[in-house]
């Protein structure tokens, strides 16, 4: 990886938190460096700069991504960036450039103060929704305490990538006459190793059911619904919990959950992660994403998986010694509900709000089953390559659309080169859409698409002019 050599890289405080998360003195580690404790020393208290040589000692020694260490936290930034636009903190002046110190100096710091705001902001919402349904406050939500969970770990388990490479030979060793699929190896083992048989039934005997484990009898119950990927999936996901079983609880128990029904919650996505792993072993996986230019096709076809499934596993190739393009997700339905949201780097859009409407996200809907490209720009001036497509709810009925999801994967522009879909375009000078965080956080104008005026400037409205804007808005 490229060091920066056009500016002194003052990191003493990220430095010493690598330090003692290692258990390491200053001595130890200063041996293990080849420098002297003085001057590891001097360089934890900032006062002497990073050389390029020792962090690509770092990287040798310790196996550190560099990028942990070079960058000033984009993704922290954005985030304390954000909830400082928030009426609570009107009159007060933070620059970018105290963020960014702040997040090199004193990053546990700026960490709690995220985790604090979330909280926050979560029983801020609670109280709204109570007040409007006349109803008592509800516990925190699960789901929102798991997705946090995960994306503070970037959406990666390597203990479960392990886990599923290990199954996935296993599975190769044992039928190699299956080795056209992953589903009959998988029925095999858990028939001849858990005494556990498969079936499909219908839907009306399934009735709200897409996956069901019948304890008594032994048998995973699956309904005729689901397609040949989601069935692998589900067969995939009762095979971790068979193998798995005591690790995943032990995982779930270890998170600090803050009640039984979030550590369920974890344990089905720890669950989920390794059945994900076990289809799409890492390293193969990381292998065939870099040869195909991340083409989602051609590694459906190769593993067998679902768009959804193969985006969702793009989102977790941070494995030190075989990274992957940082890709960030985000799932909704037509109605614009986020129903998914993960990053394995920076994310572009706000963690505490929606997406902004200019982006094609939500425009797939109008071409089902078609990739829609988009470059797009922030307002940090950072550009971003996106692409979105839509994808079949599991378990649809009669009722519902066949394609009401939309699935949208991004990176950073400067990772666009090494995928399929930005193949023509020009990535010098491209044209890049401007976009904002949620229109309440977005200081955007004019802009047509706006959906609500931001929550920290004054409505605009006289009877003399119509701005193309519905919420035009004045200075704060």
């Known amino acids: 990886m490229d060091v920066a050599t056009d500016r002194k890289l003052f990191l003493g405080a990220r430095l010493k938190r690598l330090r003692r998360d290692l258990s390491l003195t200053q001595t130890a580690m200063a041996a293990d460096l080849g420098v002297s404790p003085s001057y590891l020393n001097h360089i934890e208290r900032n006062q002497r700069p990073v050389s390029a040589q020792l962090l690509l000692r770092l990287a040798e020694t310790y196996d550190v991504d560099l990028r942990s260490l070079n960058q000033a936290g984009a993704a922290d930034e954005a985030r304390l960036a954000e909830i400082l636009t928030d009426p609570l903190f009107k009159g007060l002046s933070a620059p970018r450039h105290e963020l960014v110190q702040l997040l090199e100096e004193a990053p546990g710091v700026a960490d709690a103060l995220l985790r604090l705001y979330q909280a926050f902001d979560d029983g801020r919402a609670k109280a709204r929704a109570a007040a409007e349904t006349g109803e008592g406050l509800v516990e925190s939500s699960p789901a929102d305490w798991v997705r946090e969970h995960i994306q503070s770990r970037g959406n990666h388990f390597p203990e479960l990538d392990q886990m599923g490479e290990t199954l996935a030979e296993i599975l190769s060793a044992e039928a190699p006459a299956h080795a056209d699929g992953f589903e009959p190896a998988a029925r095999q083992r858990l028939a001849a190793r858990h005494d556990l048989g498969v079936r499909t039934l219908p839907a009306e005997v399934m009735v709200e059911w897409t996956r069901r484990y019948d304890l008594h009898r032994r048998r995973l119950l699956l309904s005729e619904t689901l397609g040949p990927a989601s069935r692998a999936f589900a067969i995939a996901y009762q095979l971790a919990l068979v193998e798995h079983g005591p690790d995943l609880h032990r995982m779930a128990e270890a998170s600090a959950a803050p009640d039984a029904p979030t550590r369920s ?51 977790t190739l941070s494995r030190p010694t075989a990274r992957g393009v940082p890709f960030f997700l985000m799932r909704v339905d037509q109605a614009g509900n986020i129903s998914k949201r993960y990053a394995a780097g920076a994310f572009p859009f706000s963690r505490f709000g929606g997406a902004c409407p200019r982006w094609r996200l939500h425009s797939a809907f109008r071409t089902p089953g078609r990739i829609v490209t988009q470059i797009i720009e922030t307002p940090d001036g950072n550009r971003w390559f996106t692409f979105a497509r839509t994808v079949e709810r599991q378990g649809h009925d009669g009722h519902g659309e066949r394609h009401d999801l939309a699935v949208g994967l991004g990176c950073e522009l400067r990772h666009a080169h090494r995928l399929t879909y930005a193949r023509g375009l020009d990535l010098d000078s491209p044209e890049a859409t401007p976009i904002g965080p949620a229109c309440r956080l977005c200081h955007r104008h004019p802009c047509a698409e706006r959906a609500a005026a931001p929550i920290d400037r004054p409505l605009a409205v006289d009877d003399w002019s119509k701005s193309v804007s519905p919420y035009p808005f004045g200075t704060a």
């Open 265 to 315: 919650l974890l344990k089905v996505a720890l669950t989920n992660t390794l059945a994900a792993a076990i289809l799409m072993p890492y390293a193969a996986f990381q292998r065939a994403a870099e040869e195909t230019g991340y083409d989602l096709a051609r590694l459906q076809g190769r593993f067998g998986v679902s768009y959804e499934q193969a985006a969702h596993r793009l989102t």
